[in-house]
């Protein structure tokens, strides 16, 4: 049995690419594809959004997937302050 995917499981994805500015490829319910940056994750009278720098406001309800765009780099410059 695979791992049912979770509207949490997004947040975590959205609210990370939030913090770290990099960009996410999100599938959409009803079809289409678009990559972009999140500026935030809202909650607005009980609906639960995604805030893109370039789509505007997506509801969560409608994001059929959320990964990252590309994959994270191992580094250790970040740590040592470079």
């Excluded at 695979?2 to 509207?7: F, I, R, S």
């Excluded at 599938?27 to 639960?48: A, N, P």
């Excluded at 995604?50 to 765009?69: E, M, Y």
Aim: hydrophobic share 40%.
């Amino acid at each position: 049995m695979g791992h049912l995917v979770g509207a949490c499981d997004f947040v975590d994805v959205l609210e990370e690419a939030a913090v770290l500015k990099s960009a996410v490829s999100i599938d959409l319910r009803h079809g289409g594809h678009f990559e972009d940056h999140v500026r935030d994750v809202v909650t607005e009278e009980g609906q639960d959004y995604a805030v893109f720098a370039a789509h505007g406001r997506v509801r969560l309800h409608d994001i059929a997937s959320a990964t990252r765009a590309r994959p994270v780099e191992p580094s250790y410059s970040g740590k040592l302050g470079q």
